[in-house]
């Protein structure tokens, strides 16, 4: 909401681009000191990092993936799968973008062949809403797609826990144990 409020304030448009909107958000806010005293992050001791290899395959000495943001406490320095994820996809209504949502996004979490881990049996799905557009249809479409490709992992399908004018909040649950907190937050006014 700082965000877009600022962007908004400042005149800022950002590209409608998922790893800038996400750096932007990044930089400017979340891991910055000063934003984060403001909105009470400074005395607790997390941190998030952008673009961090994920599951290293020995065999072909790769990763599986990259996630979009890791977020880590005191304790992954005494145990390094001590983390959370933040996977991040663009909506803006469409369905391609709603099947990226859940393939590209969901899919990395949950399946026969996860790219990434889940330590802690949470973890978040961050849909940045960059078009003027209904959410609620928005989740309706992706939560058919969803139920689509992970019929079979599913415990609980997305269901809707909060919704406000500037986000909704859903969570779902798989067979893996995995629990996905999703936020869609409406960003469009900040998008060019």
């Given at each position: ?29 979340l891991e910055n000191d000063e934003i ?76 026969d062949t996860p790219k990434y881990s ?75």
């Amino acid at each position: 909401k700082l965000m877009v409020d600022d962007c908004s304030a400042k005149k800022i448009l950002l590209q409608n681009h998922e790893e800038k909107i996400r750096t932007h958000l990044l930089e400017n806010y979340l891991e910055n000191d000063e934003i984060r005293c403001k909105i009470g992050l400074s005395n607790i001791h997390i941190r998030f990092l952008a673009e961090v290899p994920e599951n290293y395959v020995s065999e072909t000495n790769t990763y599986a993936g990259r996630t979009d943001i890791r977020v880590v406490s005191s304790n992954w320095f005494s145990n390094s799968k001590d983390y959370y994820i933040v996977e991040c996809k663009r909506l803006d209504g469409t369905s391609s973008l709603n099947k990226k949502y859940v393939v590209d996004g969901i899919c990395r979490f949950v399946g026969d062949t996860p790219k990434y881990s889940s330590y802690n049996k949470k973890n978040i799905m961050l849909g940045f809403i960059v078009a003027d557009v209904d959410s609620m249809i928005i989740i309706s479409e992706i939560t058919k797609k969803h139920t689509k490709e992970l019929k079979e992992h599913i415990t609980s399908d997305l269901s809707l826990i909060e919704n406000n004018t500037t986000h909704q909040l859903c969570k779902s649950t798989y067979t893996n144990n995995l629990s996905l907190t999703h936020i869609f937050y409406n960003i469009s006014s900040a998008v060019s």
